[in-house]
Nanobody
Framework: QVQLVESGGGLVQAGGSLRLSCAAS????????VGWFRQAPGKEREFVAA????????YYADSVKGRFTISRDNAKKTVYLQMMSLKPEDTAVYYC??????????????????WGQGTQVTVSS
C-alpha cells in the first residue's frame, strides 16, 4: 500500500497544456504500477493512462493517445501526466492510483489498491 497526492490541476484554455504530478509515499512505491483516471460530473470514472514499475511499459486510452504522456521518476517517487492539446472534453477530476499488478491498473480492475484525492482540470473553449 502507498499513499498518493495529486497536484498540478487548474484552468486552461483549449489547446493548452498542463502537467499533473502524483507524489507517493511508501518504501515500495518503485515496485508499483501507476495509472491516471478521470471523472467528469455525471459520468463514470474512466481510464486515462498507465505505466509499469520501471517506466518501460505504458498504455493509453484512445481518447488521449498522442496528446498525453505518462512518465515516472522513482527517485522522486512521482508519476507525471503531461497533457497537450487539451480539449473541453478533458475537463474532469483526475486521480492517480497504484497497484503492484500492472494489468490491474492498465485494465482498470476493480481492486486497485491505492488512490489519491484527485485534482481538478478545467479546459475552457
Amino acid at each position: 500500500q502507498v499513499q498518493l497526492v495529486e497536484s498540478g490541476g487548474g484552468l486552461v484554455q483549449a489547446g493548452g497544456s498542463l502537467r499533473l504530478s502524483c507524489a507517493a509515499s511508501g518504501r515500495t512505491f518503485r515496485t508499483y504500477a501507476v495509472g491516471w483516471f478521470r471523472q467528469a460530473p455525471g459520468k463514470e470514472r474512466e481510464f486515462v493512462a498507465a505505466v509499469n514499475w520501471s517506466g518501460g511499459r505504458t498504455y493509453y486510452a484512445d481518447s488521449v493517445k498522442g496528446r498525453f504522456t505518462i512518465s515516472r521518476d522513482n527517485a522522486k517517487k512521482t508519476v507525471y501526466l503531461q497533457m497537450m492539446s487539451l480539449k473541453p472534453e478533458d475537463t474532469a477530476v483526475y486521480y492517480c492510483a497504484a497497484d503492484p499488478d500492472y494489468t490491474v491498473v492498465a485494465g482498470f480492475g476493480p481492486n486497485i489498491g491505492s488512490w489519491g484525492q484527485g485534482t481538478q482540470v478545467t479546459v475552457s473553449s
